[in-house]
């Protein structure tokens, strides 16, 4: 596709139900990041991919965090028993190969927000 | 573990001034650094790409530095107009690490 895409682009949770949060990358990046950004801060790390492999969750706040790209392409952010605390933006990022010298380049998001 | 702070956190400017925003960054072993631009509800929209070899990148009105052995970036932005309010942030690659950004406000 033409950038990264996100879906929902909304989505309210009531406290305690489970969330899933889809990105769709740029076509053919290898790289793929997710990023948790709060209210008036800058974005959070919480999780990296090369093609499948999950190489760095060190961001993940807690075990209700998940994240996936089984095939190398799409990748699903899971909350589960989501606490209102969970409530930010998820943005989801894609560079083109798994060297550090790439552009990066974001989605616009997906808002949660926890009731 | 990196740190990376920006200065000022907020910066209101009349149209037609040059500005400069700072970033700064603890661990200097960096791979690069990139300065973002996200509007209100929006995702981040990649700016420019600065690769730790270089010392600055220009595109348009724009032109970054990068003095890795002090820690610092700047974002240089000519002729500021209305459309360049955003907020701007810079992150260092390693993990990507962002600073909280500077909110600009140019007055027309």
């Known amino acids: 596709g033409a950038g990264v895409s996100q879906s929902p682009r909304y989505k309210v949770a009531k406290r305690g139900q489970d969330v899933a949060l889809r990105c769709d990358p740029i076509?053919?990046?290898?790289?793929l990041f997710w990023y948790q950004q709060a209210l008036g801060q800058g974005p959070e790390f919480l999780t990296y991919?090369?093609?499948?492999?999950?190489?760095?969750k060190s961001g993940l706040p807690s075990d209700r965090f998940f994240a996936e790209r089984p095939e190398g392409s799409v990748s699903t952010l899971k909350i589960q028993r989501t606490q209102q605390e969970d409530s930010a933006v998820y943005l989801c990022?894609?560079?083109?190969?798994?060297?550090?010298?790439?552009?990066?380049?974001f989605g616009e998001g997906s808002w949660l927000t926890v009731v | 573990k990196q740190e990376v702070t920006q200065i000022p956190a907020a910066l209101s400017v009349p149209e037609g001034e040059n500005l400069v925003l700072n970033c700064s960054f603890t661990?200097?072993?960096?791979?690069?650094l990139q300065w973002f631009r996200q509007d209100p509800g929006k995702g981040l929209t990649s700016l420019l790409l600065?690769?730790?070899?270089?010392r600055e990148q220009t595109s348009g009105r724009l032109n970054a530095s990068l003095d890795k052995s002090s820690g610092r970036s700047t974002l240089y932005i000519a002729a500021s107009q209305p459309g360049d309010s955003a907020t701007y942030l810079c992150?260092?690659?390693?993990?990507?690490?962002f600073g909280k950004g500077t909110k600009l406000s140019v007055i027309p």
């Open positions: 990022a894609s560079s083109e190969s798994g060297g550090s010298g790439n552009t990066i380049y």
């Open positions: 076509s053919g990046h290898v790289s």
């Open positions: 991919f090369q093609n499948e492999a999950q190489l760095d």
């Open positions: 661990d200097s072993a960096i791979y690069n």
């Open positions: 600065i690769q730790s070899s270089q």
């Open positions: 992150a260092v690659r390693g993990q990507l690490t």
